[in-house]
């Protein structure tokens, strides 16, 4: 079955930088697009970034231009966000987002908690 | 990439049928017929209800219906359930890029 894995995250401080990782199995992960949503506490779905199914073509909010970059490995089966100059806007839970192709996004990570605190 | 405009809340009786909109632009929701809708429980992941406006994935229950007038997209409950409370969120394609709604809050009273 189709399973989307979510590792990375934690407590960072203002201006520090992290990685997330998503590892996907039970479908042909190069065949899909996949995007980055967050949400931070209390508050709704914000979409952050995609990625194209062979990784040709990335795409990001205004609110993450030019600090955060996605990015996969298809050999691996694995969605990367690198969050860089982190702030505290950027404290929010993150998921990884299977696309079937029209933004339909039916497959979510479980969400990992990026928390940045001095 | 301005938010869709969604109502904060909505509230409706068991048996009863609401309707929540998702207001956009000329940019994304009247352009492209990408609106899709997403049901999040509170502490659960967001799970698809509608997409491409009006098709539905297999296994949403037939009570829940989408559809779009210019830059506004609409989600239809029809049958209220007590199941249905939770925070509803629309989302659009807006050329390269996606934007959510603010999100709804529905509950049944």
């Known amino acids: 079955q189709v399973q989307v894995v979510q590792s990375g995250g934690g407590v960072v401080q203002p201006g520090g930088s992290l990685r997330l990782s998503c590892s996907a199995s039970?479908?042909?992960?190069?065949?899909?697009?996949m995007h980055w949503v967050r949400q931070a506490p209390g508050k709704g779905l914000e979409w952050v970034a995609v990625v194209w199914h062979d990784g040709s073509n990335k795409f990001y909010a205004d609110s993450v231009r030019g600090r955060f970059t996605i990015s996969r490995d298809n050999s691996k089966n694995t969605l990367y966000l690198q969050m860089n100059s982190l702030g505290a806007e950027d404290t929010a839970v993150y998921y990884c987002?299977?696309?079937?192709?029209?933004?339909?996004?039916?497959?979510w990570g479980q969400g990992t908690l990026v928390t940045v605190s001095s | 990439q301005s938010a869709l405009t969604q109502p904060a809340s909505v509230s409706g009786s068991p048996g009863q049928s609401i309707t929540i909109s998702c207001t956009g632009t000329?940019?994304?929701?009247?352009?492209?017929?990408?609106v899709s809708w997403y049901r999040q429980y509170p502490g659960k992941v967001p799970e698809v209800l509608i997409y491409?406006?009006?098709k539905r994935p297999s296994g949403v229950s037939n009570r829940f219906s989408g559809s779009k007038s210019g830059n506004t997209a609409s989600l239809t409950i029809s049958g209220l359930q007590a199941e249905d409370e939770g925070d509803y969120y629309c989302c659009s394609y807006e050329g390269r890029t996606g934007v959510f709604g603010g999100g709804t809050k529905l509950t049944v009273l």
């Open positions: 000329s940019s994304d929701v009247a352009r492209y017929n990408l």
């Open positions: 987002v299977r696309d079937e192709g029209t933004y339909k996004f039916d497959y």
């Open positions: 491409e406006v009006t």
């Open positions: 039970g479908f042909i992960f190069s065949t899909y697009a």
